[in-house]
């Protein structure tokens, strides 16, 4: 089992910034598409963007151009630096770890980011 820990999150106005970190348990990474995922009140949860690897990303539509996923996995860290916040952005956001062989599927317990002036 492994546990996944994120934070970072928190209330930011319009057009600010955030950085989320998720730290895991032990190292994963190397067998693991890492991602992040948000749930807003009343929808689904979607995809926001995932790394399998150095240079492998892809991000959502909405988010392309304002998110960075990016991973150092000495550290079993993933991050999600957000700029240029918008509302809509406002939701709980998920870490996630994938093995890329399909033995696993780790959920964080969540972070909230919250845009609003």
């Known amino acids: 089992q492994v546990q996944l820990v994120e934070s970072g999150g ?3 106005e319009p ?4 950085r989320l970190s998720c730290a895991a348990s032990r190292n994963i990474f190397s067998t693991a598409t890492m991602g ?4 807003a009140p009343g929808k689904q949860r979607e ?12 991000y959502a539509n909405s988010v392309k151009g304002r998110f960075t996923i990016s991973r150092d996995d000495a550290k079993n860290t993933v991050y999600l630096q957000m700029n240029s916040l918008k509302p809509e952005d ?14 696993y599927d780790y959920w964080g317990q969540g972070t909230q980011v919250t845009v609003s002036s």
């Open 10 to 12: 928190g209330l930011v």
């Open 15 to 18: 057009g600010g910034s955030l």
């Open 36 to 39: 992040w995922y948000r749930q």
């Open 47 to 58: 995809l926001v963007a995932h790394s399998s690897g150095p240079g492998s990303t892809a």
């Open 90 to 103: 406002t939701a709980l956001y998920y870490c996630n770890a994938k093995s890329v062989f399909g033995n």
